[in-house]
């Protein structure tokens, strides 16, 4: 059974949370503006990240950088469940509360760590049940605290690897333009390539085709005008999507969950 719980912490500006348990759900590639932190409850995902091949099982932690291209499917028959933290990443430099720049991730992506997981799962207990207020705050920061030692020194390098001149005028053209559809000759014309060496330069530095990369962009702006309590149907239009049907099909292979579901987070 496919089941999800979102959780927006009053009080915790730029935390989400996320308590899921799937069988079949694959998450499409795509990426999160945040950093993502995740606890393996049961079973076993497998997924790609910046095209490494990597497996998570239950008992084990994964962490992603910010803007970390990433798939999400199931590695056994039985599918897997996990929790995971959502965080901006300015959060980590400021409650780090050290003078120096946004940290990164240590080399590994999955791994084992008694301590995390403990605080990780006590984080996420208080985030189901406990009030806004001293206690649940302060097993959110605990768990940011015990991630420290996969955390190394920035500075980080940059996310996006957009370093091809003809590339940074498509991604700028497509930031620009994320609500409207957006040719492909259109695109490769600002670029000044032709569509194929477009879309395998785009790819190769950003990690995704042009139109994943916008649908990721729409995918972020619904996300930000459902937490601000528009409905999904003015969603969808707004964002780019056919219409709400549109909006719900693509929302749930991104996010794992209905717009409607987003919508009604835990608080």
């Not at 980080?156 to 700028?172: C, F, I, M």
């Not at 995704?208 to 729409?218: E, N, S, W, Y």
């Amino acid at each position: 059974m496919e089941r999800t719980t979102w959780f927006r912490p009053e009080g915790l500006d730029g935390v989400e949370a996320l308590h899921a348990s799937f069988e079949r759900h694959e998450y499409r590639p795509h990426s999160h503006p945040t950093w993502t932190i995740a606890v393996m409850e049961r079973g076993a995902a497998a997924f790609t990240v910046d095209a490494r091949h990597e497996r998570a099982d239950d008992g084990e932690c994964f962490v992603l950088e910010p803007e970390a291209v990433h798939t999400g499917v199931p590695a056994v028959p039985e599918g897997w469940g996990y929790k995971v933290l959502y965080l901006e990443p300015e959060l980590l430099s400021a409650w780090d509360e050290r003078d120096a720049a946004a940290p990164r991730a240590a080399k590994w992506v999955v791994f084992r760590d008694a301590q995390l997981r403990a605080a990780l799962l006590r984080a996420h207990a208080a985030l189901a049940s406990e009030p806004a207020g001293l206690v649940r705050d302060e097993a959110v920061l605990r768990a940011v605290a015990a991630l420290g030692p996969h955390l190394r020194p920035g500075p980080a390098a940059p996310r996006d690897r957009v370093e091809h001149a003809a590339v940074r005028r498509a991604v700028a053209h497509l930031r620009e333009r994320w609500a409207e559809p957006v040719p492909l000759a259109e695109l490769a014309a600002v670029a000044g390539l032709s569509r194929f060496e477009l879309v395998r330069r785009f790819r190769a530095q950003v990690g995704l085709p042009p139109h994943a990369f916008q649908v990721d962009l729409r995918i972020l702006r619904a996300r930000e005008q459902l937490r601000a309590g528009h409905p999904p149907a003015e969603v969808a239009a707004a964002c780019g999507f056919a219409d709400q049907a549109h909006l719900t099909r693509t929302f749930r292979r991104h996010v794992g969950t209905t717009p409607g579901r987003y919508a009604r987070a835990q608080i």
